[in-house]
């Protein structure tokens, strides 16, 4: 399940499950808007960011995902969402499908 906002009438989804080729030690994060895949990153890292840029109001917008990765929990990760420098959404983003 994706953890889904909604934002001046878009959606934002974003799905973070484990990777299998990995066996399942490493996360892949995708976010989409409005249906439509505009950044992922995976893999080892204790910091991601996911930069990418879609159209609001006929202008571009751009949205910034930042996770830091604890070993508090291997359910959830902390996160921040920005659009266009403001802060969205941050708390933990659950992972889905975790073995």
Not at 17 to 27: E, G, I, N, R, V
Not at 42 to 53: A, D, Q, R, S, V
Request: charged share 20%; no cysteine; hydrophobic share 40%.
């Amino acid at each position: 399940m994706d953890t889904e906002f909604q934002w001046e009438g878009h959606n934002i989804q974003i799905n973070s499950q484990p990777m299998l080729k990995y066996l399942w030690m490493a996360t892949e994060t995708v976010v989409k808007v409005d249906g439509v895949e505009i950044g992922r990153v995976g893999g080892f890292g204790f910091t991601e960011k996911i930069n990418g840029k879609f159209i609001n109001n006929s202008r571009p917008s751009e949205l910034i995902l930042e996770m830091k990765v604890d070993l508090i929990t291997l359910i959830s990760i902390p996160y921040k969402l920005q659009i266009d420098g403001n802060v969205i959404s941050q708390g933990r983003l659950k992972i889905n499908d975790w073995l």
